[in-house]
């Protein structure tokens, strides 16, 4: 058995494709995962299980909860890589964004310059787009079209929850 990082895309978000964390958890149990633990509302989940769980969850969640997320799953020591790679590691955790690529980024350098602030900086580091926001992402032009600028579907948490899961892995 394996420990996964799941991340769910889109849900709670808007009032649209709610799914409580307990529920979550109880459906993923129910599956025959173990060690089920998420961390908030917007899909975050540590898990073991014998294969890459991805398209099983999101199979799973739409038959009980009618909607079908994407999901995205890494292997412990993936989601440890990209933490570790993370250029700003010295910044503020909740102003540093980790943006993680379904598949492999395609850039559009031309759209990252066009789209970002001067406050803004960012890099693209194997499967993961890195983004420092010292203004916040509440009105980053470069967030609301960061799927544009790498080319695939991706899913945004910032440093802060990603520590958060990295403790939720503890010593599994």
């Known amino acids: 058995m394996d420990t996964y990082v799941v991340l769910l895309r889109g849900i709670n978000v808007g009032g649209k494709n709610l799914l409580p964390m307990e529920k979550l958890k109880h ?5 025959g ?4 633990k998420t961390y908030i509302q917007s899909g975050n989940v540590v898990l073991t299980s014998v294969d890459n769980p991805a398209s099983h969850i999101e199979r799973l969640i739409e038959a009980e909860c009618g909607f079908r ?3 995205l799953a890494f292997l412990k020591e993936n989601f440890n890589r990209a933490a570790v790679n993370n250029p700003y590691q010295s910044h503020n ?9 379904k598949e492999t980024p395609k850039p559009d350098p031309a759209a990252m310059t066009q789209y970002a602030a001067d406050s803004e900086s960012y890099q693209l580091i194997d499967q993961v787009f890195y983004l420092h926001a010292p203004d916040g992402i509440g009105r980053s032009k470069l967030v ?4 544009a600028c790498v080319g695939v579907r991706a899913t945004g948490r910032n440093l802060n929850t990603i520590r958060k899961i990295q403790a939720l ?3 599994d």
Do not use: I, Q
């Open 33 to 36: 995962f173990d060690h089920v």
């Open 93 to 101: 955790g909740s102003l540093v964004h980790f943006f993680f690529c």
């Open 27 to 31: 459906l993923l149990n129910m599956a």
């Open 69 to 71: 997320p994407e999901v």
């Open 144 to 147: 609301k079209h960061v799927e």
């Open 169 to 171: 892995m503890g010593g």
